[in-house]
């Protein structure tokens, strides 16, 4: 009988089952039986018999054979047994030396607790402290906007509102500007910055401009034009970076005054004397004209005030254009 039939005659046998007996444990292989047809016996006693590998219990070199007990130490590494350690009172984890509450880990986890709620809290200020400086630029750009808006508006309105006044010439006497109004804007070429200045220096007057100190003069006349503004990126953040000479220009509805920085100085917030009709010497007479500009000092704090001076060296009228100044 060749291949083909004697696989046809397996093929066409009408047993319900075929069962292969169990292996005894201790019998290290495992041979199939023989069934009693005479076909099949014959295509079985042809096929090589399946072997089952050894199975031994002797543990690779990688393995460590598992058994309770307490953790213990191998080459400098802890090893923690993973079966249940079995005492008087019951089975025992052999975790539980890592996590049961002690002293120690009571101490540990409420430092780790007011660790991180400190670094949050610190984080919550650096932000806001940030949006303190530099957030709010957006916002004091735009309010500035509006304001040079409503300046242009103004001086197109009433071209003639503010006299030009030479430095030697004698103060002429104008009637204050409401606080709040917008009086003037001021140039600083060194920062590349313009302003718009309002009347009053109440929070509320310079919370997105320069205010002018309503007590002062008024800008080209004789005595003290004085200012004071915040120390943020948007206004007077750089007003330290003024030397001697730099120009500081102002504007008027019809009168360029050109500005020359002569000092510069850092007092505390009680000395007033900066903002005298002559800088630093309250009560003497005024014979030129001048213009000083207070902020805060230093940076992110207010414990000090930086002042700086500047004396008028000349004027023109707005119709002869922009001064040569004002391109540095």
């Not at 808006?149 to 197109?156: D, G, I, K, N, V």
């Not at 948007?234 to 008027?252: F, S």
């Not at 004397?273 to 992110?300: E, R, S, W, Y």
Request: net charge negative; aromatic share 6%; hydrophobic share 35%.
């Amino acid at each position: 009988m060749d291949d083909r039939s004697r696989h046809r005659a397996l093929d066409q046998d009408d047993m319900a089952t075929r069962l292969i007996p169990l292996v005894p444990p201790d019998d290290a292989t495992a041979i199939i039986a023989r069934f009693d047809h005479p076909a099949k016996q014959q295509v079985l006693e042809e096929t090589a018999t399946t072997v089952l590998p050894k199975v031994t219990d002797t543990p690779t070199p990688h393995e460590t054979p598992e058994a309770p007990g307490e953790p213990h130490s191998e080459n400098g590494v802890t090893i923690v047994p993973r079966r249940p350690v079995r005492t008087e009172e019951g089975y025992r984890s052999v975790h539980s030396e890592y996590t049961r509450t002690t002293v120690g880990s009571v101490v540990r986890a409420v430092s780790r607790g007011t660790g991180e709620l400190l670094i949050t809290f610190g984080l919550i200020v650096l932000l806001f402290a940030a949006y303190e400086v530099w957030g709010k630029s957006a916002i004091v750009d735009a309010h500035q906007e509006d304001l040079n808006r409503q300046l242009e508006q103004q001086w197109a309105a009433e071209p003639q509102t503010t006299p030009t006044v030479a430095p030697s010439g004698p103060p002429t006497q104008v009637a204050k500007p409401a606080n709040g109004a917008v009086i003037a804007s001021v140039h600083i070429p060194r920062l590349k910055k313009k302003w718009a200045v309002v009347q009053g220096v109440t929070p509320a007057d310079i919370r997105y401009a320069p205010g002018h100190y309503p007590d002062t003069a008024m800008p080209g006349q004789i005595g003290n034009f004085s200012m004071a503004g915040h120390r943020t990126p948007a206004i007077w953040w750089d007003l330290d970076r003024l030397g001697p000479e730099e120009p500081v220009i102002v504007k008027t509805a019809d009168t360029w005054y050109i500005y020359r920085v002569t000092s510069s100085e850092i007092v505390l917030p009680t000395a007033v004397q900066v903002v005298a009709p002559v800088p630093n010497k309250p009560g003497q007479a005024p014979d030129v004209a001048m213009l000083t500009m207070t902020t805060c000092n230093p940076k992110f704090n207010n414990y000090q005030r930086l002042v700086v001076h500047a004396s008028l060296r000349r004027s023109q009228p707005v119709a002869d254009g922009d001064p040569a100044e004002l391109n540095g």
